[in-house]
């Protein structure tokens, strides 16, 4: 159901791009953010001659998005969130790209473009998604992305967000045996030998799961059984090696977040009830308690599939109780009141003769 129409003669496509004198040449071969972007620029250098004036005035100058902060702001905020690399090289991405038009700005009408933070806009509309504050008109896309996409398109992030996800990065071991089988698997399943997956906070990827399976296998008997589309165990021992290689890794990432304002989950909601919070900050803790509850989340599933697994892997292949030492304690000093009644009954089956090996056979 449409929640709002626009007529097309009040949307701006990349056929007005196509068509705008100043922009067309520039905007020709590439992006058609990219062509936006460069309209909007153009549109805006024509101030109230611009007949879009009244809606260019509704538009944000900027965004919170994390790709425009200072990069010792984005250290201090980001320290190892998964998004302070992709800021890092989105940013870079654009900015080369605005000095290869840029160049071709300065050696033609350089007036064109004059004024104004261009790399600003230029990163604002390269992320797709506009925003705003309170008092702007707000222009963000929420189209099923995960919040670190969501701030560095839009500079918000949404707290209940059943897109959000972050991604493991596993692969096969080279050395493994079985590496070519298994390369073969893979491919043919549209798998590479590196492969990124996502993990989520309520559920846990079946993908993933199967990924790992196969890479840790070592029974060629049991490739048959993998499976990518049903949540298959293949036996007790695989599964809990991929068990705690998903725990060691949501493990390392949740203690990863140290530092200034980087402890635990329950320490960015105290954060967010500070009063004179910066917007920048606001923003970088809720994007790492989104973070911290999606690693928890998983953390919390995967000690739920093992808690049933009760041993730990032997050289043979099998396994063996853990606490099987203190079982064994227990159950002698439990046996111990029992110990008098054994001796005697057994000196009393000795006198009788029932442990003569022909007690039985005697006439």
């Not at 990163?123 to 797709?128: A, D, F």
């Not at 560095?152 to 045996?177: F, H, I, K, P, Y």
């Not at 050289?315 to 063996?320: F, P, S, V």
Request: charged fraction near 30%.
């Amino acid at each position: 159901q449409a929640l709002v129409e626009l007529p097309g003669n009040l949307s701006v496509t990349a056929v007005d791009v196509a068509a705008h004198e100043e922009v067309a040449g520039l905007a020709e071969g590439r992006g058609e953010l990219t062509g936006l972007a460069l309209w909007l620029m153009a549109e805006r250098q024509k101030g109230e001659e611009s007949r879009w004036a009244p809606f260019l005035e509704c538009l944000p100058e900027a965004t919170l998005s994390p790709v425009l902060w200072p990069e010792e702001v984005q250290d201090e905020l980001l320290k190892n969130s998964p998004t302070l690399k992709e800021c890092r090289a989105r940013r870079a991405a654009l900015q080369q790209e605005w000095d290869v038009i840029a160049q071709r700005i300065a050696t033609g009408d350089a007036r064109r473009f004059s004024g104004g933070d261009e790399l600003k806009l230029w990163i604002t509309l390269g992320s797709p998604g506009w925003g705003g504050t309170s008092d702007k008109l707000l222009m963000a896309i929420y189209d099923g992305r995960p919040n670190g996409e969501l701030a560095m398109a839009t500079g918000r992030v949404e707290d209940d967000n059943a897109s959000d996800c972050l991604t493991v990065r596993v692969g096969l071991v080279q050395a493994d045996r079985l590496f070519s089988v298994k390369k073969q698997i893979l491919e043919s399943l549209g798998f590479d030998i590196v492969q990124e997956f996502p993990i989520f906070r309520d559920r846990m990827p079946t993908q993933l799961l199967a990924y790992l399976r196969l890479a840790r296998l070592t029974d060629p008997a049991l490739l048959a059984k993998v499976s990518f589309e049903e949540d298959i165990i293949l036996n007790p021992v695989n599964e809990y090696e991929v068990l705690q290689l998903l725990l060691g890794e949501c493990r390392d990432r949740l203690t990863s977040y140290a530092g200034m304002h980087m402890g635990s989950a329950e320490e960015d909601v105290k954060l967010l009830q500070r009063p004179g919070l910066t917007a920048q900050e606001r923003l970088a803790a809720r994007l790492r308690k989104a973070e911290k509850a999606i690693l928890q989340g998983t953390l919390d599933a995967v000690r739920r599939r093992l808690a049933p697994i009760r041993g730990i892997p032997t050289k043979g292949g099998g396994l063996t109780d853990p606490n099987a030492d203190l079982r064994e304690v227990f159950d002698t000093i439990e046996s111990l009141p029992s110990l008098p009644g054994k001796l005697v009954g057994g000196l009393m089956s000795w006198a009788r003769g029932e442990q003569d090996p022909d007690w039985k056979k005697r006439p």
